[in-house]
């Protein structure tokens, strides 16, 4: 507590003000950092949605379509759950689709591109696993574990799925 001339207490900071400061000052990421990581990963998960659409339209089998199918429709959640939590943190999304996208579908054999898509998810699964505990606000956590558990599914089936292909 400091006093200033008129005699009247300035406090330099105040308990009752915890909740005013900016999340890292209690180990979390920043407000900015968590929408960048957010950002990042709606990018990550646009690239996924636009590799899942574009290659259904040429696989070759039905198991195939329905697989990418499937991934899509996860990837396609999943960028839902993370414009929800860039609301929540106060923030708006750009348009961007990451690098990735164009990447993936440069290669023309399609297992081999379900094998990068799914180096892809692992990323994801990755990127969250590091951060989740970091953000503070518990709905965003929520969603993104959530969607942890849904990239840790989506990489087992495509595991599962080139493996009895090659069997």
Known sequence: MAKDT??????????CMMHETDSSY???LSSDDTVAFLLSLLHAERAG??????????????????????????????CYGLLESLKIMGSTADNKIGDFAAKCLAIGCLDERLQFLNRGQGWVVREIEKNVARISDTEVQKQL???????????????R???????
Do not use: W, Y
């Open 6 to 15: 008129d005699s009247k207490p300035q406090f330099k900071s105040s308990p």
């Open 26 to 28: 209690h180990g979390f």
């Open 49 to 78: 949605t636009k590799v899942c659409l574009l290659s259904e339209k040429d696989a070759p089998s039905v198991q195939h379509k329905k697989l990418l199918n499937d991934i899509c429709q996860d990837e396609q959640k999943s």
């Open 145 to 159: 574990r959530v969607m942890l558990q849904e990239h840790r599914q989506n990489i087992d089936k495509v595991n």
């Open 161 to 167: 799925f080139l493996n009895n292909k090659n069997t």
